[in-house]
């Protein structure tokens, strides 16, 4: 029998979450943490990051009221 928390799309970015930042940890651990191949994973984490907070607000019934902008580059 499924349950049903984990039909939810939150388990599901959750998940996703997960996957992408041990994929950013394997990049910066090893030899050449390049830009190039460390951005998209910031990027992809912090979108996901951002839709995580909104799908938990909306599915506990929280307001949510924050505009997330994207990561500058120094």
């Known amino acids: ?26 990049v910066e ?3 050449e943490p390049t830009i190039a ?9 912090d979108y996901l990051s951002e839709t995580l907070i909104r799908y938990l607000c909306y599915e506990l019934n929280i307001p949510f009221n924050m505009d997330f902008r994207a990561r ?3």
């Open 1 to 26: 029998m499924t349950n049903p928390t984990t039909q939810r799309p939150s388990t599901q970015l959750l998940r996703e979450l997960i996957e992408v930042r041990i994929q950013l940890a394997d």
């Open 37 to 45: 191949r460390v951005d998209p994973l910031r990027e992809e984490d």
């Open 72 to 74: 500058q580059r120094r």
């Open 29 to 31: 651990n090893s030899n």
